[in-house]
Each structure stands twice: as C-alpha cells, then as structure tokens.
C-alpha cells in the first residue's frame, strides 16, 4: 500500500479563518512533505519533516504553521490566509529523507491534495 | 543551476504515436531523474526514474533516454493512448547534502486524441 490520505478534499475559507490540513500515511515512512501546487504548474517544496523533526522550511510565511503529531501524521495549520494562498496543497513521504545509495529511499509518494480555496 | 528545463509546454499526439517529453539541467549534482505523472485532481504519481550511470531505461510502454554528457534526458510515451493524457513533470535530485529535494520542471500537458 503506498497510499498518502489527505484531508479534507476540499477547504473553502476567509482570511480571518483558522483551519487545519490533515495527511497520514501508514507505510512507515519516516519522512513527510508539504508542497502547494498553482494551476499548470510544478509542486513547490514548502516543509519537510525528518523523523519528526522540522528538517527544512523553505521561507513559507508564518500564516502556515506545520505540525508532525507522530510518524504517520502531518498537520499544515492554516490562519490569516491571503486570497493568493489559494492553490492545491500536496502531502508525500517516503522512506527517509535523505539520500541513500540509490535514491529509491527517498522516492516521494503523493496523496491527492487538499483544494484550497481563500475568499 | 538548480533548474530543470522541460520542453514542451503541451503535446498533442494521435493514438498509437510516440509523445517525447525532454528535460535538460546545468547541475552536475544532479544524480536522480525521476518522472511523476498527474490526472486532474490527484497528485503527482511517479512513473519511471533513472540514474546517469545508465542510458535507458524501459518499463512497458514508457521509456527514459538519458544523455550525460548533453545533461538532457527524456521520456517517450510507446503508442500512446487517450487514457495517459495528462501532464508530466520531469525532476532532478542532487546527491551533495544529501537532502533528497526534488527539483520539478514545469511540466507538459500532454493530450492523446482517439
């Protein structure tokens, strides 16, 4: 099973709103991703967690706040959103997060993504 | 130095034809070139992946042609059917540092017409 469960599928919110993005995965990867996505375009690598550990935050503001409860769970926690927030939010994991040999331990799987929409 | 430069935009091909995604990169880092494949609505799924120690690299219908010294690499899509029209992102990862970060182009929407 190389399942990622994001959740919810859609979101809809105001920029006074406080709303949270939920991933979970069950294959005992030890590494999990934030991406958001715009339309036609590549996903943007936002944070990634490391054994549960914060490992990279790529200058995202501070009105989203990532949260990795255990091993299996990612949070994003959203508040004071801008209407240009508005994009596809992906989770992935895999394995580890840093490179080994290979690299198949660091092939990233995708759920399907949270669409975001800030009014 | 850290892009991926992917060409073309958009692809339109018969079925039955041959679609051809190419990719090209500066860093010589670089050590893992995956593809991912994405279906409106869903996310990324990788397809196929390969490292430059080898030329090519075939899984059924899909295929990954790499050029070290050109430091391009491609997918060609064999008799390509309606039901893989969708966009394609090529990516590099750079082994130094070791941190594993993908590297996206910015993608093809590829159509095949029935």
């Known amino acids: 099973d190389t399942e990622v469960t994001q959740t919810p599928k859609h979101l809809v919110m105001g920029m006074t709103n406080k709303k949270s993005l939920k991933c979970e995965q069950h294959?005992?990867?030890?590494?999990m991703y934030w991406y958001k996505q715009k339309a036609k375009k590549p996903p943007e690598l936002m944070f990634v967690y490391s054994y549960e550990k914060l490992s990279i935050n790529e200058s995202v503001p501070s009105r989203f706040s990532p949260e990795c409860p255990n091993s299996s769970l990612l949070n994003l926690h959203l508040h004071a959103l801008q209407p240009e927030d508005s994009a596809l939010y992906l989770c992935a994991s895999s394995p580890t997060h840093r490179r080994q040999g290979s690299g198949a331990k660091n092939i990233q799987y995708f759920g399907a993504g949270t669409r975001l929409s800030v009014l | 130095q850290q892009q991926v430069k992917q060409s073309p935009q958009s692809l339109i091909v018969q079925k039955g034809g041959i679609s051809i995604i190419n990719c090209a990169y500066e860093?010589?880092?670089?050590?893992?070139f995956p593809w991912y494949q994405q279906f409106p609505g869903k996310g990324p799924a990788l397809l196929i992946a390969?490292?430059?120690?080898?030329s090519e690299k075939k899984e059924g219908r899909f295929t990954i042609s790499f050029n070290k010294s050109a430091k391009q690499f491609s997918l060609h899509i064999m008799d390509s059917q309606p039901g893989d029209s969708a966009t394609y992102f090529c990516a590099a990862s750079p082994y130094s540092g070791n941190t594993g970060k993908l590297i996206f182009g910015q993608g093809t929407t590829l159509q095949v017409k029935p």
């Open positions: 860093n010589t880092a670089f050590d893992y």
């Open positions: 390969i490292r430059p120690d080898v």
């Open positions: 294959m005992g990867h030890r590494a």
